[in-house]
């Protein structure tokens, strides 16, 4: 258990929706990155937070947002889904912005 | 931001030692590298990170020479268990700090 939790685990929705995915750090971690993982492809990252900033972008698409509140805990809205939007979506988290990254599990979103 | 090259797959037998090869042409001074595991529909699990020479934990090691533009994880005697995708990472905290992923290399272990 690497202390990340997402929430959901699994999302359905259609086309044109929006939804927002959950983060809670590891306790103490003051960093959060997300990242997008399609079938098989890699790893793409999105966004870091760090202690309640923007630190670092990714290739986000403008209908992704994502914010980190002061308890810590992040957010990623996606809205006007589409179907190329349904990935496996991982939070990471870090004490400090040069330490290793611990996962959550991710929530798979799929989109119909 | 310095970017990696790694193999894209790599077989192997159990209890054999495997040596992932990572080229990091253009890493800076202030990088570290990093490496990850990962199995699928899990998020990717931290294995051993280092900055120069030699690091050693519980599960691997990871060999850095001295120019640095290049790095070796290696497992020690693999199980079956170990068939995942490895992840070498390169970054730091200054001008901004992204942790990017490459491909990997896709570890298939054999009995």
């Known amino acids: 258990d690497s202390g990340v939790t997402q929430t959901p685990k699994h999302l359905i929705t259609a086309t044109g929706q929006r939804v927002t995915l959950r983060c809670s750090p590891r306790?103490?971690?003051?960093?959060v990155y997300w990242y997008q993982q399609s079938l098989d492809q890699g790893l793409q990252f999105l966004i870091q937070?760090?202690?309640?900033?923007?630190?670092a972008k990714g290739n986000i698409l403008e209908r992704f947002s994502a914010q980190q509140f002061p308890d810590l805990h992040s957010e990623l809205n996606l809205s006007s889904l589409e179907l190329g939007d349904s990935a496996l979506y991982f939070c990471?988290?870090?004490?400090?912005?040069?330490?290793?990254?611990?996962f959550g599990n991710g929530t798979r979103l799929t989109v119909t | 931001l310095a970017k990696t090259t790694q193999p894209i797959s790599m077989d192997s037998y159990e209890g054999q030692e495997v040596n992932i090869t990572c080229s990091h042409n253009?890493?800076?001074?202030?990088?570290?590298i990093t490496w990850y595991q990962q199995f699928p529909s899990q998020g990717p699990r931290f294995i051993i990170q280092?900055?120069?020479t030699k690091v050693t934990n519980e599960v691997a090691s990871l060999f850095i020479p001295a120019d640095r533009k290049s790095s070796t994880l290696s497992l020690p005697r693999v199980s079956l268990s170990d068939t995942a995708v490895y992840y070498c990472?390169?970054?730091?905290?200054?001008?901004?700090?992204?942790?990017?992923f490459g491909a990997g290399t896709r570890l298939f272990v054999k009995a």
């Open positions: 990472l390169v970054g730091s905290n200054t001008g901004g700090f992204k942790t990017i």
């Open positions: 280092g900055y120069k």
């Open positions: 253009n890493i800076a001074t202030n990088d570290y």
């Open positions: 937070y760090y202690n309640g900033e923007e630190r």
């Open positions: 990471a988290s870090s004490v400090r912005l040069n330490s290793p990254l611990h």
């Open positions: 306790s103490g971690d003051l960093s």
